[in-house]
């Protein structure tokens, strides 16, 4: 991992992702972007926007200078800030591209349904597009050793996915020695053990320097049952893949990933379907 890209809003749970990413750089001796989408907020003909776009950047890049000092404050790190006009995902996406980022970062608000909704209508617009994994990290979470990973699935990979698919996930478990368990969540008994007789094999060998433990749990409400092994098993990181090519499997990626987004109380980790390197150029939205 050489270079994360920060998405930040300039909010406490933006600035809290900063502090998470700084820390994880660091591990990794790697580059940070500092990155911010100038959104101008949509406001009634009656009333004149309080900045203009040029102001609003003038002030991003301020800000953005601001955050990096924060962040370096005592223990340097190359960061590098970015900012510039348009849609906050769409931004993002492009920012990857150009930086050749090897993750995202970004933080959740944990107060406020309407900021939720909001934020997370941005951050499932990037689970749609991600060339790259995607880290959520939950506001007022701080970054603390990665000791043990949950990886959720539904169904091992195809046999011709691409083998660099878990390298993010590979990584991290390697740099801090994490234990990783392999999650499945069954509905009722007969799944569960339909699922430990059906290991996911491919996933297992894509992470097999980690040594991976195998656990099938029951539950119908699988955000519930995995939440519930997050605590029972003091997981660290959650990471979801987006395997859905059966209708099952799009539900499952779908659902269970809106909802973790907003429930997980630790940092989750979102990985694309594709390598960045299979990832030719970001289509128009």
């Not at 962040?71 to 492009?94: C, D, F, H, K």
């Amino acid at each position: 991992m050489k270079t994360i890209l920060v998405a930040t809003d300039f909010s406490d749970a933006g600035h809290n992702a900063s502090l998470y990413a700084a820390d994880l750089a660091r591990a990794f001796n790697a580059r940070v972007v500092l990155f911010n989408a100038i959104e101008q907020a949509p406001v009634p003909v009656s009333e004149v926007p309080v900045l203009t776009l040029q102001e609003m950047g003038i002030r991003a890049e301020q800000q953005l200078k601001d955050e990096k000092q924060l962040l370096t404050t005592g223990n340097w790190l190359p960061i590098e800030t970015v900012s510039r006009p348009g849609t906050a995902a769409q931004s993002i996406l492009q920012a990857v591209k150009e930086a050749n980022a090897d993750i995202i970062i970004a933080g959740m608000k944990n107060t406020g349904t309407a900021i939720r909704r909001f934020f997370g209508s941005t951050v499932t617009a990037l689970v749609n597009k991600l060339p790259v994994p995607l880290l959520i990290v939950p506001e007022g979470i701080p970054f603390i050793k990665i000791s043990t990973i949950a990886l959720a699935n539904e169904s091992d990979v195809d046999p011709d996915s691409d083998p660099r698919l878990l390298d993010a996930l590979r990584e991290i478990g390697e740099r801090f020695h994490s234990k990783l368990y392999l999650v499945r969540v069954a509905e009722n008994q007969l799944r569960e053990a339909y699922g430990v007789l059906n290991r996911p094999l491919k996933i297992n060998k894509m992470v097999r320097t980690l040594d991976p433990v195998y656990e099938c749990i029951e539950g119908k409400n699988i955000p519930e049952a995995l939440n519930n092994f997050i605590e029972a098993y003091n997981i660290n990181l959650l990471a979801l893949l987006p395997h859905q090519h059966t209708l099952l499997e799009r539900w499952f990626y779908s659902s269970v990933t809106r909802s973790m987004i907003f429930k997980s109380q630790i940092p989750l980790l979102i990985i694309p379907e594709q390598h960045k390197s299979s990832v030719i150029d970001c289509e128009p939205w």
